[in-house]
């Protein structure tokens, strides 16, 4: 199979270690910049299977607020970001909401859900309370 | 301001007087871009109608303000010497300002200018002392003259350009803005920037309007004790020159520069006019902190070529169409006696003037809980809880203000209306933290659409659309017709937005009675409004 | 008016305020009531909808709603009384507080320490000085971040933002999730000034261009926004002529910098760091005024709400121990920023506290470096220093020196009162200071490994 060497800055820490990382068969050949092992890690996973946690909100009805912040349970493939995103759009949740709930289930087909990233009560009622 | 003026003053008597603007509120031209100075009078020259205009307008303005609930302090003003070569303008001036009938000038040496005035520039030699030159709020002071004509059964037409004035036989018989034929007996051009497009309409031109941009700084409150009167350098031929001023809002204004600007929209500030505006500036007050600022803006002063003076007086080719028209400085402060003025000329031209017994000459100033006392504003906040939720932080301006303001006699729609009647986005952070809670309440109160709420009318809008919108639109999904646009409070773009922008500002005006022209027998001033064109869609283009 | 006593009274309900007010009644305060002008508690935290908070705190990579309902469950539990919708009009240097709110109407709050947490407002175009036309559609990024995580509205649907800081970076990526075109984001400077990851996943995820060394030297549109112009800049941060050119956009987003909100610090006559734009604070956290505490954003600006909550945790125990009359003994010492570093907080360290608990200094470097030495120098003894990899302006430093590591005879430190402590001495001589300072670690020895681009 092919080989590929990339460039790309690592963001596991503050650091953010420039790294050149070859990759062939889906397994790490050789990784150069790391200053540690999570690098070298963050290198597979981000030229092999980038990931990302996706936040955004959804739509609330006869809440405190007009809309609930949500986040993917974990992070998701990066080339689905785009169809979760789609698929959310149309959600629209009743009141009220407890922090965690699931928003969407296997969104996208990626076997993570969507869930409520605060607990929302209805109208009226902030959480606090 | 001038043409408000003139609607208030014409309502004393029993005319039916309309006054057009054309855009989304009053006050929004040169009125609320200028250094809110009322002039003392020593600048015109003698014999002008800047210099008559402005000494009257200057004695009227206590009275003025205080009928119509409109801050000004008359705080004196300086015109300062920065070095000896320059005391004898200040000389000249005083002499020009006798003349003009100025009151009380005297120049004064350096250590009772430093005494008064202690972050002057050391350099200072002398200064003119002008004991009636004052500090105003031009906004308000419109607004207020607005509001006051409309109390007093002025017809007041917003967002309305007048794009056409009928003749015959050689008068002006009727103003058409867009779906609105006004037919009146007399037409008074007090347009602004605009003035020489609206006489053109009378196929006459007489004057040529050239826009002069001025840049301004405005500075934190916090800094506003640095000068307490208006300070100015020696003036030059052409302009007063960069002024430092408090406002009476306890702010701090610098400016203008000047610039011929050849487009009667650039009201663009540039690096070079605003690093002028500083420079200038800090001549005057050498501890002028620029890392103060709040804001910097430009406005547009109406210059008329080549006459240089106001030009006031009705067409010589068409008697009944008076101007007021090249007022830039002193026409802020000329304003009270524009208005009189102007009233006078039409009663030549034949208008009748009777008397109003009904006419009221004060309205009311606005409460505003940051000027009240603490049992004051407890009493407020028992009888309408709205005055204890605090929106604007900056400026500590109540939901009751600005519900209030959105309900007033003269329509304000706009964030800017509202900042100029409340003060809500007035202040330091310039509305980062009220500007979304007054949209809201706009939106509320006036049952608009959130993102047909405008800066300033027009096509300004603030919000695009609901979020999501674009991907909504991608999605191909049953669930599209309830699940977007945050059903419950948008009612789509469908909600007869107002038409029509661009164009000119025109006052049009009634006629007393006896003098029918063509109109029936019980009109005297008959407006016929046609169908307004609906604007498909989200108001987003410019005219 | 009404007149409420209480213990302490926090000031401002964000991730600070909640965790102040949480740890003075873990401390024992008695009567803590903790005050937000908005309708519920969190600040800022409830319109950062994007994760990555709490991830040194509570190990996890949290949304701002999440860590703030963390840590408001911690303030419900720990007994914490709260004044919602409820706006502070004023604070006296005799810790008595003017609020009011709808409910009530105006209130005075006497409280025995107050703690402000009121967070930080955001540079806005009149503070940086952007020429040209004032159309509507330019916007601060977080007054653009409330419309659309709170309201459900677009400010617009072409995008360009001035400022490489976290909220633009973040906002960047949220107003292109929501459907809108990002066409640029200008940093002024020749760095980024948010964090790595952000530039990475909000940025070249999206494939929007960051150019450094630019800013917007004119807005067109009289309306509403049409375009910008941007040039590139100097080493002076001056617009260089020639180099102009136009992006159309609808909407301009400013990230340009935040401001330490001190109004009621400022009435109450408090000293203020010209360099944080903050109030000048103990190791306690308390203000030059006695019994007035400050945390988080109101201090100087963070980057990790991890360090808001390390620091309010601090401030919530300073209020609890004056409360309770055990304030540590008036002894302390000064610290200055040194080479290489642009601030330090807090500026006053109580003796009795280096000698009995570890001092937490919070600092950022002037300028980014590599391989470098943190060092706290007493009298011209380095008395403990840190190594780190990498040093930037854009993320904070922590500096934690130990219990005991600053002992008063060794540095020869003698009396000498809070208030009676003058500013900075350069040469070091009378005043008793603590110098942070950063060097490089490298002379000459082999390289630890890994390229730096």
């Not at chain 3, 709603?65 to 004023?90: K, N, Q």
């Not at chain 3, 390390?310 to 209020?319: D, I, K, L, Q, V």
Request: aromatic fraction near 4%; glycine fraction near 12%.
């Amino acid at each position: 199979m092919s080989r590929e060497t990339s460039e790309l800055t690592c963001i596991v820490c503050p650091v953010g270690c420039r790294l050149r990382a070859t990759i062939e068969d889906r397994q790490l050949v050789e990784v150069q910049g790391n200053s540690c092992k999570r690098g070298a890690a963050y290198a597979l996973d981000e030229l092999c299977a980038p990931k990302r946690t996706v936040t955004s909100t959804v739509r609330v009805k006869g809440g405190f607020l007009p809309l609930v912040p949500v986040r993917t349970r974990e992070p998701i493939p990066k080339d689905k970001i785009a169809q979760v995103l789609l698929d959310i759009a149309n959600i629209k949740m009743d009141a009220p909401i407890h922090i965690h709930q699931v928003v969407a289930a296997d969104v996208a087909g990626t076997g993570i859900d969507v869930i409520a990233s605060r607990s929302m009560s209805r109208v009226n009622a902030p959480r606090a309370e | 301001m001038v043409g408000t003026g003139i609607a208030r003053e014409l309502s004393r008597y029993d005319v039916r007087v309309v006054l057009v603007e054309k855009r989304a509120d009053v006050a929004f031209g040169t009125t609320k871009a200028n250094t809110a100075l009322v002039h003392a009078g020593y600048d015109a020259e003698p014999g002008t109608w800047k210099a008559r205009l402005n000494v009257r307008g200057n004695a009227l303005y206590p009275k003025v303000c205080a009928e119509l609930g409109v801050s000004y302090k008359n705080t004196g003003s300086l015109v300062v010497a920065l070095a000896e070569e320059q005391t004898v303008h200040l000389h000249e001036l005083r002499a020009r300002g006798e003349t003009n009938g100025v009151p009380g000038l005297e120049v004064i040496p350096r250590e009772r200018v430093l005494a008064i005035e202690p972050g002057v520039s050391p350099s200072v030699a002398a200064a003119l002392w002008a004991p009636t030159g004052g500090i105003t709020s031009p906004w308000e002071l419109a607004i207020a003259y607005a509001e006051n004509a409309v109390a007093n059964g002025v017809e007041l037409l917003l967002s309305s350009p007048v794009i056409g004035i009928d003749m015959r036989g050689g008068r002006a018989v009727s103003v058409r803005c867009p779906g609105v034929v006004i037919y009146t007996q007399f037409v008074v051009n007090a347009a602004g920037i605009w003035a020489d497009d609206i006489e053109r309409m009378i196929n006459r031109d007489d004057f040529e309007i050239t826009p002069r941009r001025g840049e301004y700084y405005l500075f934190d409150r916090r800094v506003g004790h640095l000068v307490s009167r208006p300070l100015f350098p020696v003036p030059s031929q052409a302009t007063k020159g960069i002024v430092v001023a408090p406002t009476v809002d306890g702010n701090l204004i610098a400016g203008p520069n000047a610039l011929l600007v050849g487009d009667k929209g650039d009201l663009a500030t540039t690096a070079a006019g605003l690093a002028e505006v500083i420079d200038g500036a800090r001549k005057l007050v050498p501890g002028l902190p620029v890392r103060e600022s709040i804001t910097n803006f430009a406005g547009l002063r109406a210059v008329a070529v080549p006459v240089g003076d106001f030009v006031i007086g009705a067409s010589p080719g068409v008697p009944n169409f008076v101007n007021a028209a090249g007022i830039q400085s002193p026409g802020l402060t000329a304003a009270p006696a524009i208005a009189e003025a102007v009233r006078d000329i039409l009663a030549d031209a034949g208008l009748v003037l009777v008397e109003k017994p009904t006419f009221n000459p004060v309205r009311e100033r606005p409460t505003r809980f940051s000027e009240l006392g603490r049992d004051e504003q407890s009493a407020l906040i028992e009888k309408n809880p709205l005055w204890g939720h605090i929106i604007c932080r900056c400026e500590t301006v109540t939901e009751a203000e600005i519900v209030e303001a959105l309900h007033r006699p003269v329509p304000c729609t706009t964030l800017d209306g509202v900042k100029f009647r409340t003060r809500a986005g007035a202040g330091r952070c310039q509305g980062g933290f009220c500007g979304p809670r007054v949209v809201d309440i706009i939106h509320r109160e006036l049952d608009t659409p959130m993102e047909h709420v405008t800066k300033k009318g027009g096509g300004s809008y603030i919000l695009s659309g609901p979020s999501k919108g674009p991907l909504l639109e991608q999605a191909a999904c049953r669930c599209l017709a309830d699940a977007g646009c945050n059903a419950a409070r948008d009612d789509g773009p469908d909600d007869g937005q107002v038409c029509g922008r661009a164009g000119a500002e025109d006052v049009g005006e009634g006629v007393g009675r006896g003098d029918h022209g063509n109109l029936g027998e019980q009109d005297v001033c008959r407006i016929e409004t046609r169908e307004r064109e609906e604007v498909g869609g989200h108001a987003h283009g410019r005219v | 008016m009404r007149t409420v006593e209480c213990d302490i009274a926090v000031v401002g309900a964000g991730p600070a305020g909640l965790a102040a007010a949480a740890r003075a009644k873990q401390c024992g305060a008695g009567r803590v009531i903790l005050m937000d002008r908005d309708r519920e508690l969190g600040g800022i935290l409830n319109q950062c909808i994007h994760n990555g908070f709490g991830l040194q705190l509570l190990s996890e990579e949290l949304t701002g709603p999440e860590y703030a309902e963390h840590f408001i469950s911690e303030a419900r539990d720990a007994g914490v009384e709260t004044m919602l919708d409820t706006m502070v009009l004023e604070v006296t240097q005799s810790r008595q507080i003017v609020a009011v709110n709808r409910h009530e109407g105006l209130m005075r709050i006497d409280a025995k320490a107050i703690v402000l947490a009121m967070g930080a407002r955001e540079r806005n175009r009149g503070g940086v000085i952007i020429p040209g036309m004032r159309p509507a559609g330019v916007f601060t990024a977080g007054a653009a971040q409330r419309y659309v995580n709170m309201e459900g509205y677009m400010p617009g649907k072409r995008i360009v933002v001035l400022g490489s800081g976290d909220i633009g970076l973040i906002m960047a990526r949220r107003l292109t999730w929501e459907g809108a075109k990002v066409e640029a984001v200008l940093e002024i400077l020749p760095f980024p000034s948010g964090l790595t990851r952000n530039i990475v996943q909000c940025l070249n995820d999206q494939g929007i261009p960051l150019y450094l060394s630019h800013t917007v030297v004119d807005i067109h549109g009289e309306e509403r926004v049409e375009g910008v112009t941007v040039a590139r800049v100097d080493g002076n941060l001056r617009p260089i002529p020639g180099t102009e050119w136009d992006i159309e956009c609808d909407t301009l987003l400013l990230s340009v910098g935040l401001i330490p909100e001190n109004e009621l610090t400022r009435d109450v006559g408090g000293e203020l760091d010209p360099v944080t734009g903050g109030p000048v604070v103990t190791d306690e956290m308390e203000t030059s005024t006695p019994g007035i505490f400050a945390c988080g954003n109101v201090v100087h600006i963070h980057d990790l709400v991890d360090n808001v909550t390390r620091e309010a945790w601090t401030a919530g125990e300073g209020a609890a121990r004056l409360v309770a009359g055990q304030q540590p003994g008036d002894d302390t010492v000064r610290t200055r920023a040194g080479d290489g570093i642009r601030y330090v907080v807090p500026h006053v360290l109580h003796l009795d506290n280096l000698a009995s608990r570890d001092v937490r200094l919070f600092m950022r470097a002037t300028r980014p470096a590599e391989r470098v030495q943190v060092e706290a120098v007493v009298g011209g003894e380095v008395v403990f220093s840190k190594s780190e990899r990498v040093v930037r302006p854009a993320e904070m430093v922590m500096l934690t020196i130990p219990q005991g590591k600053v002992s008063p005879v060794e540095a020869g430190l003698n009396r000498a009162g809070l208030n009676k402590v003058s500013p900075d001495c350069a040469d070091g001589g009378s005043q008793p200071e603590l110098v942070v300072r950063i060097t490089s670690r490298d002379r000459g020895t082999g390289a630890e490994g890994g390229e730096k681009a």
